[in-house]
């Protein structure tokens, strides 16, 4: 008789080590998935933030006169669209409004056409300002290179710790939309190699 309760005894223990240990892993792994939730809002903004600094600094560029009229238009009409560009993430975006992806690629391929057309940079070397101006804009592109690029890891990792079976089975991310990568052409002009280079962003 002895010898039955102690193993009822022992299972007992065991059955409730187990469901303790089981119930403070999902607990943990709840907590990390929020934390990563978290951390995916904070590199959001900071993206959100660079494309706005990288707007400024083109619509700043574009003001000036250290260009010609023509690529000054050109500058602050695919600025322009990349500010009104849908930022909602839906699948469809919001009605008159450009895909953020499409608007600020095409800010970048803009970028790239005015700014390594011969002769543009050695103009801007030139003027007053000029330098500083382009010298800025290139310190914003690079910064939002490295925006999206953290953007698009927090993604990556909340994707593969959703993809577990734990989180899936006990739905522990809720309802929450699984999170998409920022796809978009980012590349900064490629200016001749003698152009002073900003240091390189650290934030």
Sequence with gaps: ????????VLTFSVVVVTALLVAFYVSWRASRLDR???RLETARAALEAA???RHAAVVELAASAHLEPASRILLADAAGRALRAD???EPEPAQGAEPLEQAESALSGTLRAVLEEPGVPEELRRVPGGQAALGELLAQARRLQLARRFHN????TIRQARHRWLVRVLRLAGHAPLPEYVEMDDQPPDLPDDWPRPPAATG
């Design 1 to 8: 008789m002895s010898g039955n309760l102690a193993d009822l």
């Design 36 to 38: 990563l939730h978290t």
């Design 153 to 156: 890891d927090a993604v990556a």
């Design 87 to 89: 930022r909602d993430q």
């Design 51 to 53: 494309m706005a600094r």
